[in-house]
């Protein structure tokens, strides 16, 4: 790892220490390579409600060139959220997690916090479609998916 | 936020059939008809060729090294007796055939003398009917163009370069809209390309006092920093950084934005080459020069490996159901303008897509259904005996029938199990009716195989070449021909490759064709240069020691130009119908499949 990417998460980790916003919480980040957080919705959508869900964080040595790759991860106390943009297998489809949305002035706080409202505006209680087919045969690494973007409404 | 759908998630499986095919005829059988058929009639048409040909060479000395304008005339003749390479491969001043333009059946003799004593350069130029007119530029034209372009905006609008280049590539290089958009609304244009209200200050690496880079939270005294007319200022350290990572692994150019959240703000040439390393800069211009041909409709890049230059033709998207805008690259490569595959005359892009696909999804699995499926006689399910008796029960339908007639298996009273019946009316019945079911199959194979037959042809052909060029230097020893002398050789091979490439195609076109009175003509066509294809790939093929024979020499440049000529006779012709059928008539409709 370059001491790039690592100065960067160095300093993002400590002021992650130093207080997050509410719904967002630190989990692991042993290392500089992948780091694990908590986010929960913070209002009463009915499709959210009492469950928290898990980020798996992984850092490149280019980050914050490049976007980190961010995957809901699944647990026994931890479901992979329902929403028309994030696949059964906790691959998320989101503009600015693709090197064309993503600007290095991002970080791991501004991700959760997108990912937050994502979920906080969404009243479809569904999964992409072609869910079950791209789960069974997706290989790739989400980075190398290519993503269609064709709905900004949701 | 965006929804998403996931695109090419999963790859069309792979056919998992992958038997020979029952279906075709055997390509060997057409291959020796087509070949004795031009063999026999070659005495006949060799003979006042030869005679003219001996005469040009008896001009022109065997090796033609003198530099005297005299010999250099009769060697010009007796290259174009040969049908040169030139002549091969610029069929942009290939001239129309001189005689008249009627069809005939597959007698050789009616062939008219090839090349011999037409003059090259003679008035009568007829543009042929499948021609489009092309331009091929080298790197160098294109950096021109641009350029040309932005000092001409430069000094009208009174803009400076690198902000003029800019917006040249926000409106597509079309700078008569830019023009008058920026006559209109200047502020609202400027904005939009990411230039925002200009003020002319160079770009500048300053090191601000209580600086924090947002990118790598540095905050060192007397750190250098850079900011575009946006204001967003980072250290220069991550501005390099981001910018590599755009040029380098993104391949970005035209349009790399300001690292700033939603800043639209586009980087500049001038602003760039402050930042990165000359390498890179070198890398961007590159890519900005691509981008250029890119953004035009009429530039596209010649598709070959290796080759940089690209390809200018006027053909639009619309009229490629009338037109196959064939163009050759200056390095060879022949190209369709249209969807940059390989030449693919005569068979509109549309056609060919249809067909590639078809054949991507169908050709093997459609072999194989051939070979080992039948169709049940009531529902048509496709079905597959694999094993056990003739008793068959229709897993859809329930229907009870004879593998082997096909009749109903309650006609077949006590003969169970070993189907000796025949012509009872049942039994024929559900053939017909499996056999119209099939037909549509059939059909499809018959075009398919040919299709598949040329272009392996074409392969084996290029093989032989490669061994041709041993061949031609053998032959050179062995029969004392000079170098020029042997030539046909590479002529020949060329016009295989060429002719083959054309005539795959005929048959996928062929295959969309409706029936009709000019499906004859073409299929008669087809059939003539089919046949003389053939015969010239035999010939090809013969050993050098029967190569020494000049007689033979002679039959294969005939037989080269000949082929040329019957390769343009089929193109000219279809692409006339295909102009007229997509303008006024129904001459070429194409049935949906």
Redesign the interface.
Known sequence: MTSFASKRLAKELSKLKNGLPPGIDLISADNFEEWLMDIRVLDDNPIYRGEVYRLKFRFSPQYPIEPPEVTFIKQSDRPIPTHPHIYSNGIICLDLLGSQGWSPVQNVETVCMSLQSMLTGNSKNERPPGDEEFVRSNRKRPRDIDFYYDDNTV | ??????????PSLPSPFHLPNTAAIPPTTRKRKAAEASISSQPTEALPNKRVASAAKSKAPPTPVTTTSNTMDSEEDFMSAMSSDADMQDFSGEEAPSYPFTYFDDDFDDEPDPDFGVLKDSGSKKKVAYDVSFQVYEPADIQRQQDDMVNEVNMILDINKEDAAILLRHFRWNKEKLIEDLMDRRAKVLEAAGLGTDVNTAPKLEPVPGFVC?????DEEGLETFAMKCGHRYCV??YR??LT?KVR??GEAARIQC????CGRIIDTKSLDLLVTPDLADRYRELLNRTYVEDKDTLKWCPAPDCQNAVECGVKKKDLDKVVPTVACLCGHRFCFGCILNDHQPAPCELVKKWLKKCADDSETANWISANTKECPRCNSTIEKNGGCNHMTCRKCKHEFCWMCMGLWSEHGTSWYNCNRFEEKSGTDARDAQAKSRMSLERYLHYYNRYANHEQSAKLDKDIYQKTERKMVELQRESGMSWIEVQYLNAASQTLQMCRQTLKWTYAFAFYLARNNLTEIFEDNQKDLEMAVEALSEMFEKPVQELCDRKLKVVIMDKTSYCNKRRIILLDDTAENLANGATGGTIYDYFAW
């Open positions: 936020m965006f929804i998403c759908t996931a695109t090419k998630l999963h947002d990118i790598c939270c540095e350290h991550c950084h981001y990572q692994e993104e690292p700033a959240e939603g």
